[in-house]
């Protein structure tokens, strides 16, 4: 696991300070090793989290001859497999490092080698004899890869920190963006928070010749999943031998792995899983706060550490150490993302890097079997829903900001951009099948918006800021493909989700773990925001030049005061300003550097 950057220009030479500068940005992505390549107008770097082939995985790497140069960022789980092929063909490894199949791959099939490599991944190829450069990214988009464009050309990185350097302070804002994270949480598609920046897509790859982009295009699509027919019996054949091989690819590493626990049958399962393919015991960590509102995760995670003998560590922050931490968590997501839960996800990270660098977590299981409750609505609900924002079939029409909000707390050019706010998820929507389920069409639109752009955003970043892999079983593309092509009434029925992953899962769990309704991952935010530090909030925000240039900071009075009055409306638009603030304070302000992990973020905007 690793952060690359790098440039390609049209005429003029790469900069190695600036690669280097791009590096440093990403430092904590790799704290192991960093590595670069510059020829002519192409400039490449690595930082290396080493995880396999500790001693010889160094970056760039190179294969025929030197002619292909290599940075990725990831996990190639079928390496083993490709390499006893690629080897029996004649090939010959200089490394055992999964990342080098990338070459082979390609030096065989070409840019069609994408559809060969099982993983994680975020890579930059360059093919010194035909100048050519190839980026791409997963297929689930697990790892994140931006690209900029330039006066001149084009560079990319693993995170938005990492362009930063090579923007040379040409760093704007992006109303759409900027819009889409106040209102939906998360900007998505290609719309980022910063203007002439974009996301690559979920496997999608971008091809560049001569400082060129030429070529753009999605190597997979879930949109190409055709549908079963199967039983539950048949599904749970065929789904037996599926997830052993996932599982035991994923456990491939040469160092110890651990897990984050939660209780529920996601994580659960995986702990099982884990337990059962492994040689010793699985080193877990879960996140609670007592003594809140909060329902605690802490006791039913307990009970399943201790059935199947993990070495369990349990992480408590109260509301001091949840806002301190608030700013180091806004510093890794730098892609602005509102979830509560990337703080105590980043606190758990923390604990588990002190003695991991990879843990396993259960992502994925509620997009690919349908779990959450959105779901399961009525038709009539999502009827009328659609009746009131057309475009998505009534499935995610909700959002953060209300009438008020819009109307009077957005500046002219955010108003201006809440016409689009909805445009990612419409657009997923109506890419769907017409022969597609209701079901499999919210199922779609979450993979390739919220899965993607926030959910991943909260696993990805809040464990590389400690130098820590995450690694997602339920996010492997044949167990994705396997989920979507499910019968509806295997994911939903009676008023359950879930229900095959459930049935499937039960010998590993309790019958109370498995009949639990779905819980969701809450912080008490609402519950912490309040008192003293929402009265400096309320004096703080309306203060900021941040805050005076997209906003009516008059309008912040209005929602403290809705706040004291127990708007969770008004907390969400209170808690998304300070984030915007202190992103705007480090980023646009500032140069990117890291802040401590533990400061007031009201004395930081002060600063």
């Given at each position: 696991?690793?952060?690359?950057?790098?440039v390609?220009?049209?005429?003029?030479?790469?900069?190695?300070?600036?690669?280097?500068r791009?590096?440093?940005?990403?430092?904590?992505?790799g704290?192991?090793?960093?590595?670069?390549?510059?020829?002519?107008d192409?400039?490449?770097?690595?930082?290396?989290?080493?995880?396999?082939?500790?001693?010889?995985?160094?970056?760039?790497?190179?294969?025929?001859?030197?002619?292909l140069?290599?940075?990725?960022?990831?996990?190639i789980?079928n390496?083993l497999?490709?390499?006893a092929?690629?080897?029996?063909?004649?090939?010959?490894?200089?490394?055992?490092?999964?990342s080098?199949?990338?070459?082979?791959?390609?030096?065989?099939?070409?840019?069609?080698?994408?559809?060969?490599?099982?993983?994680?991944?975020?890579?930059?190829?360059?093919?010194?004899?035909?100048?050519?450069l190839?980026?791409?990214?997963?297929r689930?988009?697990?790892?994140?890869?931006?690209?900029a464009?330039?006066?001149?050309?084009?560079?990319?990185?693993?995170?938005?920190?990492?362009l930063l350097?090579?923007?040379?302070?040409?760093?704007g804002?992006d109303?759409d963006?900027?819009?889409?994270?106040?209102?939906?949480?998360?900007?998505?598609?290609?719309?980022?928070?910063?203007?002439?920046?974009?996301?690559?897509a979920?496997?999608e790859?971008?091809?560049?010749?001569?400082?060129?982009?030429?070529?753009?295009w999605?190597?997979w699509?879930a949109?190409e999943?055709q549908?079963?027919?199967?039983?539950?019996?048949?599904?749970?054949?065929?789904?037996?031998?599926?997830?052993?091989?996932?599982?035991?690819?994923?456990?491939?590493a040469?160092?110890?792995?651990?897990?984050f626990?939660?209780?529920?049958?996601?994580?659960?399962?995986?702990l099982?899983?884990l337990?059962?393919?492994?040689d010793q015991?699985v080193?877990?960590?879960?996140?609670?706060?007592?003594?809140?509102?909060?329902?605690?995760?802490?006791?039913?995670?307990?009970?399943?550490?201790r059935?199947?003998?993990?070495?369990?560590?349990?992480?408590?922050?109260d509301?001091?150490?949840?806002?301190?931490?608030?700013?180091?968590?806004?510093?890794?997501?730098?892609?602005?993302?509102?979830?509560?839960?990337?703080?105590?996800?980043?606190?758990?990270a923390?604990?588990?890097a002190?003695?991991?660098?990879?843990?396993?977590?259960?992502e994925?299981?509620?997009?690919?079997?349908?779990?959450?409750?959105?779901?399961?609505?009525?038709?009539?609900?999502?009827?009328?829903?659609?009746?009131?924002?057309?475009?998505?079939?009534?499935?995610r029409?909700s959002?953060?900001?209300?009438?008020?909000?819009?109307?009077?707390?957005l500046?002219?050019?955010?108003?201006?951009?809440?016409?689009?706010v909805r445009?990612?998820?419409?657009?997923?929507w109506?890419?769907?099948p017409?022969?597609?389920?209701?079901?499999?069409?919210m199922?779609?639109?979450?993979?390739v918006?919220?899965?993607?752009?926030?959910?991943?955003?909260?696993?990805?970043?809040?464990?590389?800021?400690w130098?820590?892999?995450?690694?997602?079983?339920?996010?492997?593309?044949?167990i994705?493909?396997?989920g979507l092509?499910?019968p509806?009434?295997?994911?939903?029925?009676?008023?359950?989700?879930?229900?095959?992953?459930?049935?499937?899962?039960?010998p590993?769990?309790?019958?109370e773990e498995?009949?639990?309704?779905?819980?969701?991952?809450?912080v008490?935010?609402?519950?912490?925001?309040?008192?003293?530090?929402l009265?400096?909030l309320?004096?703080?925000?309306?203060a900021?030049?941040?805050?005076?240039?997209?906003?009516?900071a008059?309008?912040?009075?209005?929602?403290?005061?809705?706040?004291?009055?127990?708007?969770?409306?008004?907390?969400?638009?209170?808690?998304?300003?300070?984030?915007?603030?202190?992103w705007?304070?480090?980023?646009?302000?500032g140069?990117?550097?890291?802040?401590?992990?533990?400061v007031?973020p009201?004395?930081l905007?002060a600063g």
């Amino acid at each position: 696991m690793c952060g690359i950057a790098g440039v390609i220009s049209k005429n003029r030479p790469a900069d190695r300070e600036v690669l280097e500068r791009m590096a440093a940005a990403l430092a904590h992505r790799g704290p192991d090793d960093r590595g670069y390549f510059t020829e002519g107008d192409v400039g490449l770097a690595q930082t290396r989290l080493s995880i396999i082939d500790l001693a010889h995985g160094h970056q760039p790497l190179y294969a025929r001859g030197d002619e292909l140069v290599l940075v990725a960022n990831g996990e190639i789980y079928n390496d083993l497999e490709l390499r006893a092929e690629f080897e029996r063909d004649g090939v010959r490894y200089q490394t055992r490092s999964d990342s080098e199949t990338i070459l082979h791959a390609y030096d065989r099939d070409g840019e069609a080698c994408l559809e060969r490599l099982f993983g994680m991944f975020a890579f930059a190829l360059y093919d010194r004899p035909r100048r050519r450069l190839l980026l791409a990214r997963d297929r689930l988009g697990i790892k994140p890869l931006f690209l900029a464009k330039l006066p001149d050309g084009y560079a990319f990185a693993s995170e938005l920190k990492g362009l930063l350097p090579s923007l040379q302070r040409r760093v704007g804002i992006d109303a759409d963006g900027l819009v889409q994270f106040l209102h939906n949480q998360f900007s998505s598609g290609r719309t980022t928070i910063l203007r002439d920046v974009e996301r690559l897509a979920p496997g999608e790859a971008v091809l560049f010749e001569d400082g060129r982009l030429v070529r753009r295009w999605q190597y997979w699509s879930a949109l190409e999943v055709q549908p079963q027919r199967l039983t539950q019996e048949e599904a749970m054949e065929a789904f037996s031998p599926l997830m052993e091989t996932v599982m035991r690819q994923h456990m491939r590493a040469d160092v110890p792995f651990g897990l984050f626990l939660s209780g529920g049958v996601d994580s659960g399962t995986l702990l099982a899983l884990l337990t059962k393919y492994g040689d010793q015991p699985v080193r877990t960590f879960s996140v609670g706060f007592p003594g809140t509102a909060t329902r605690d995760e802490l006791p039913p995670a307990l009970e399943m550490a201790r059935r199947y003998g993990s070495i369990h560590t349990e992480v408590r922050p109260d509301r001091d150490e949840i806002f301190g931490h608030l700013a180091a968590t806004v510093w890794a997501a730098d892609d602005l993302m509102r979830d509560y839960a990337n703080i105590p996800t980043s606190l758990l990270a923390r604990h588990a890097a002190s003695e991991l660098k990879v843990v396993f977590s259960g992502e994925g299981g509620d997009e690919v079997f349908a779990g959450y409750g959105r779901f399961r609505g009525s038709a009539t609900e999502r009827w009328a829903k659609g009746l009131l924002h057309p475009g998505s079939g009534g499935f995610r029409t909700s959002g953060a900001l209300t009438r008020r909000d819009r109307r009077r707390l957005l500046g002219s050019e955010l108003r201006a951009a809440f016409q689009r706010v909805r445009q990612p998820f419409v657009d997923a929507w109506r890419a769907c099948p017409p022969a597609w389920s209701t079901l499999q069409r919210m199922q779609y639109d979450e993979l390739v918006t919220a899965l993607p752009d926030n959910l991943m955003v909260k696993a990805d970043r809040m464990m590389m800021a400690w130098g820590l892999e995450g690694r997602v079983p339920f996010l492997d593309h044949r167990i994705v493909e396997f989920g979507l092509s499910l019968p509806d009434g295997l994911k939903v029925a009676g008023g359950r989700g879930k229900v095959f992953l459930k049935e499937w899962a039960r010998p590993w769990l309790l019958e109370e773990e498995v009949s639990a309704k779905k819980r969701g991952f809450h912080v008490p935010i609402g519950e912490w925001l309040s008192g003293d530090f929402l009265d400096r909030l309320g004096h703080t925000l309306p203060a900021l030049p941040a805050i005076r240039a997209w906003f009516e900071a008059e309008e912040v009075a209005h929602l403290v005061r809705a706040k004291r009055g127990g708007s969770s409306a008004a907390t969400r638009v209170l808690f998304a300003l300070l984030q915007f603030a202190l992103w705007h304070r480090m980023f646009i302000d500032g140069k990117g550097e890291r802040p401590p992990a533990q400061v007031d973020p009201l004395d930081l905007l002060a600063g």
